[in-house]
C-alpha cells in the first residue's frame, strides 16, 4: 500500500483508523501454503484472536483457511462469517464443560487441553472426538511471558501425563482424533522446534484414530529493522520431510494443522492516528496522537516495537521523538524515535498493526474504538464503523430515580 492510499483513507474515514491489505494476507496464507507444498494434506487454522473482524474471517475463509478460536464466541463469528463448522477447531484454556459441550453441539472441532475436563467429557459424550493439547516441555522463544510450553506453563497435558491420559481414554472409550501443541509466540530456532514436533509424534503412536497432528503456531515475523523472523521456507522443508516420513510409519495420510494469526496478519496492518500536540520538553519532543493504549496496548503491554512514520511529511528531516497517547497515564508507543519531522495534524502510520492491535483495543477513557478498513483490489471498504456515544452507554443502566429518592427524604427532613 501507498502512503498516499493511507491518507486518502484518513480523508475518507477519519482518524484514528485501523487499516488492513487483504494482498498481503494473501501472499503470506500463500507463503505458508508453499512451505509446506509436499504434505499432501495441509491445513491451516487462521487463529481468530489476532484479529477478529467478521470480513476478515471471511477472507480468510475464501483463502482456502480453517478457523482457530479460543472461545465459544470466537466460533460463533466463525459461523457467522460462513466456516463450516467442521472447519472450526476450538481450543480453549480454563473453560468450563459447559462451554465445551455448548462448542460440540455446534459441531465444531474439540480439543481439551486438561486431564479434568478430558474425563468429564469423555465420561458423558464418549463419540464426541476430541484432539488433545499437549504440553512437550519445550521453551520456544526467550519471553517467559509468550513461550507456553515451558514447566509451569498453564496450556496443555504435560507430556509426563501421558499415561494418565491414556487411562483416561481407555476406559472413557472415547476417541482421540489429533495431537496438538503451541508452544509459544516465537519459533526462532527450527532445530528447538523440530525437537518439540518429535515429542509430537512420538505422542502420536499411541492413538490408532488420528485424523490430523497440529503444530500450533508461533511464527515470528520482523517488526524493526534486523529482526530475526522464522524462516518458513526452511521450516517447512523440514518438518515437512519428517512429517510425510512419520504417515508412513503410522500408516496413514494425516493432515498436518497449523494455528497462525501474527503471521497471516500483522504485516498487513496500518494504524493511522493523528499529531494533535507537539510537546517540547526540557528533555524531549513529544508528538501525542489522537489514540493511546486503549486502540494499541502491545508496546505498553510487551514492549513491542512497532515503527512509526510520518506518512504527511515522507521526505522530512529525520529528527528524534517520542510518540505518546491522549490517555491519562503513560502510555508511550516510542521513546526516541527517528521520525520525519513532525507538524501537528500530521497523519502517524504505526506497521505490524494487524495482530493483537484491535482485537485488544478497549473503551478506557471513555474513548471510541477506531474504525477498520479492508484494503481490497486498490479500494478502501469500511470493515467496522467508528464506534459513537452510543456504544459506550449501550449496557449501562442509568438508575437515576436511585438517588433522587434519597434527595427527596433529605429535603422533608
Ligand atoms: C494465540 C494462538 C495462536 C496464534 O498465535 P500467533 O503467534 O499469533 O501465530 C495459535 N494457537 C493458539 C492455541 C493460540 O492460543
Not at 15 to 43: C, G, M, W
Not at 220 to 245: A, M
Not at 264 to 277: I, M, P, R
Request: charged share 25%; net charge negative.
Amino acid at each position: 500500500m501507498k502512503y498516499t492510499d493511507l491518507l486518502n483513507i484518513t480523508k475518507e474515514y477519519g482518524n484514528p483508523v485501523y487499516v488492513y491489505d487483504a494482498e498481503k494476507i494473501k501472499f503470506q496464507f500463500n507463503r505458508l501454503s508453499n512451505a509446506f507444498k509436499t504434505v499432501k494434506n495441509l491445513k491451516l487454522n487462521y487463529a481468530a484472536k489476532a484479529l477478529s473482524n467478521l470480513t476478515i474471517l471471511r477472507l480468510m475463509n475464501d483463502l482456502g483457511s480453517g478457523l482457530d478460536t479460543v472461545s465459544i464466541q470466537e466460533v460463533k463469528l466463525g459461523l457467522l462469517a460462513g466456516f463450516k463448522p467442521e472447519e472450526i477447531i476450538y481450543t480453549p484454556n480454563g473453560v468450563s464443560l459447559e462451554e465445551i459441550e455448548e462448542a460440540a453441539a455446534l459441531g465444531v472441532r474439540i480439543n481439551i487441553d486438561n486431564l479434568s475436563v478430558l474425563e468429564q467429557f469423555g465420561s458423558k459424550h464418549p463419540d464426541i472426538p476430541v484432539c488433545i493439547r499437549i504440553n512437550p516441555h519445550v521453551m520456544a522463544g526467550g519471553n517467559s511471558n509468550i513461550s507456553v510450553g515451558h514447566i509451569d506453563s498453564k496450556f496443555g497435558i504435560s507430556i509426563h501425563q501421558i499415561p494418565h491420559l491414556l487411562r483416561i481414554v481407555e476406559l472413557t472409550q472415547m476417541t482421540i482424533n489429533g495431537i496438538h501443541m503451541h508452544t509459544g509466540s516465537d519459533i526462532l530456532d527450527i532445530e528447538v522446534f523440530l525437537y518439540a514436533s518429535e515429542i509430537l509424534f512420538e505422542t502420536a503412536k499411541n492413538f490408532r484414530e488420528l485424523d490430523f497432528i497440529d503444530f500450533g503456531s508461533g511464527f515470528k515475523v520482523p517488526y524493526k529493522e534486523g529482526d530475526i523472523e522464522t524462516n518458513i521456507e526452511e521450516l517447512g522443508e523440514k518438518l515437512s520431510s519428517r512429517f510425510n516420513e512419520f504417515c508412513e510409519e503410522y500408516g496413514k495420510e494425516l493432515t498436518l494443522a497449523f494455528e497462525p494469526g501474527k503471521f497471516l496478519v500483522s504485516e498487513a496492518g496500518y494504524f493511522l492516528a493523528k499529531v494533535n500536540v507537539v510537546k517540547q520538553t526540557t528533555s524531549t519532543v513529544f508528538a501525542s496522537v489522537d489514540s493511546g493504549f486503549n486502540h494499541l496496548i502491545r508496546p505498553m503491554l510487551y514492549g513491542a516495537n512497532h515503527q512509526i512514520f510520518n506518512i504527511s511529511n515522507p521526505v522530512g528531516k529525520e529528527r528524534y521523538y517520542s510518540v505518546v497517547g491522549y490517555i491519562c497515564e503513560t502510555d508511550t508507543f516510542a521513546n526516541n524515535r527517528r521520525i520525519n519531522e513532525i507538524s501537528e495534524g500530521d497523519v502517524l502510520c504505526f506497521k505490524n498493526a494487524g495482530a493483537y492491535c484491535f482485537s485488544m483495543a478497549s473503551n478506557y477513557n471513555s474513548r471510541y474504538r477506531p474504525a477498520e478498513v479492508l484494503w481490497y483490489e486498490g479500494k478502501s471498504v469500511l470493515i467496522r464503523e467508528r464506534e459513537s456515544f452510543d456504544d459506550l452507554i449501550r449496557n449501562q443502566i442509568d438508575v437515576k430515580d436511585l438517588f433522587e429518592a434519597k434527595n427527596q427524604k433529605a429535603s422533608i427532613k
